[in-house]
């Protein structure tokens, strides 16, 4: 989906006007630019970009409290594990966000620690704040949890100015090109309503009647199955057993892995890729109980338990190979004849229609929605009035091909009889079949 709005970016068209999504702008124009660079593989460039950014900003937090090596390690297990169950084959949000979240931790925990906190660096915690917020807004823990500390402590100190004056800068640098973009081509408005509106909706609607219960599973499922717990347990043992508690930078890593996983249960939903934001916050306080461990270690122990770590590393990786692989994106022959059959029944001109949720055939064909909704599902279950609104947009201006990933239902139906679409082709692709119809005076005879 993030992939074709950067499509219609690049044939001229705007986000939430030209094609409906509920993200952040940011999200398309960085899918617009790995787009123009190396089509549609091209987004991988950027991802592996930030990943890379976020690790290295990890690492410079686990060396705040511990040695190179054991930093690289933390690292090292961090992203393999990022990888294993929570990158969901990328190209998500998270990982867009990640470098952000990683350099705000390590400038509020450097400042904390060290006292170090230069305007620069007020600048730079302002204009990822800005990032993470033209991507998704429950990402902005880190700055929730550290501006507040921050200022306070600044204020106390009569330096406060600066550094809030550095760090509303960096915001305003962030957030401005997007805003003016979309007032400059009417979609601000647009961006509201589906950004703002439309994802209180969608939380609401997910999140069900019973809320309560569902943001309880959700940060259930989050603790206990995303690996907050296997770290959180063993930290706390070890900063008691140092007394480390009497450090207020272990305290705000602990208040912001506890208040990370709030903003990411409110909605009740328990995607996978939603746990990457919290890898940022196990760092430092796993950075803690190895400096512990190591404290502990007995000089003939040190080769054996160098040993265990290679074999974990190893295991981790081994797990992760099959997701890392997807994120590649490897060729479907499936898929290929897929785009091949669009293609050849269908002018580059031609607007064509998915039934579901399956916009990798507009981006591999080069096909342009004949709706602004791409995509109906679960957007109809959110709000009913976008089905009128679809199936408004085919009335107005009828697909050459109509592709059908979802069972057609009775208003699908109706539109196909109405205007004598014929079935000219079953395609199978390995998550079921695509039932293909074409405009009779497109059809094969």
């Known amino acids: 989906m993030f992939e074709y709005v950067g499509m219609v970016i690049q044939q001229g068209g705007m986000p939430y006007v030209d094609a409906f999504d509920h993200k952040g ?6 899918n617009w630019a790995g787009l123009e660079l190396g089509g549609w593989r091209g987004p991988i460039v950027f991802e592996a970009a930030s990943l890379a950014m976020a690790l290295w900003l990890m690492f410079r937090t686990a060396r705040l409290c511990t040695n190179w090596w054991l930093s690289a390690f933390i690292v090292t297990v961090c992203s393999l594990r990022g990888a294993d169950r929570l990158l969901e084959e990328g190209n998500l949000t998270e990982e867009y966000a990640l470098p952000w979240i990683a350099l705000a931790v390590y400038l509020f925990f450097r400042f904390f620690q060290q006292g170090v906190l230069r305007v620069r660096d007020t600048f730079w915690l302002g204009f990822g704040f800005a990032m993470v917020l033209m991507l998704r807004p429950n990402m902005i823990a880190a700055w929730a949890v550290g501006y507040p500390v921050l200022f306070y402590l600044l204020w106390k100190q009569e330096h406060v100015w600066r550094p809030f004056l550095g760090s509303l800068a960096g915001l305003l640098v962030g957030v401005a090109p997007f805003l003016l973009w979309l007032a400059a081509n009417g979609a601000l408005q647009s961006c509201w309503d589906a950004y703002i509106g439309f994802n209180l909706q969608y939380t609401a609607h997910k999140a069900g009647a019973h809320v309560a219960k569902e943001r309880l599973h959700a940060f259930s499922k989050f603790f206990f199955s995303r690996g907050t717990a296997w770290v959180l347990v063993p930290c706390c043992f070890a900063m008691f057993r140092q007394r480390a508690l009497r ?19 409110m909605s009740g939903m328990t995607y996978a890729h939603y746990g990457m934001v919290l890898l940022p916050t196990f760092v430092y306080p796993s950075a803690i109980f190895l400096s512990y461990v190591k404290e502990q270690w007995r000089p003939q122990w040190f080769r054996y338990a160098a040993i265990c770590m290679v074999l974990v ?14 994120n590649l994106r490897m060729e479907q022959p499936e898929m290929q004849r897929l785009v091949q059959y669009v293609q050849e ?5 031609d607007c064509i229609s998915v039934w579901g949720n399956k916009n990798v055939i507009y981006v591999r064909s080069g096909r342009r929605s004949s709706s602004v909704y791409s995509y109906q599902w679960p957007l109809i279950t959110v709000h009913p009035q976008i089905e009128q609104r679809y199936f408004a947009d085919l009335e107005a201006a009828p697909p050459q091909l109509v592709l059908l990933t979802v069972p057609a239902g009775a208003r699908m139906e109706a539109f196909l009889s109405a205007h004598a679409y014929e079935k000219v082709n079953a395609m199978p692709l390995k998550d079921g079949t695509v039932d293909v119809y074409q405009r009779p005076e497109q059809a094969a005879p």
């Open 247 to 265: 450090n207020r930078t272990v305290w705000l890593s602990l208040v912001l892995m506890l208040v990370s996983l709030l903003s990411l249960s």
């Open 313 to 326: 590393t190893i295991s981790v990786l081994g797990v992760s190979c099959r997701y890392i692989k997807g």
């Open 345 to 349: 029944h269908s002018a580059p001109t």
């Open 25 to 30: 702008p940011l999200l398309y124009v960085m």
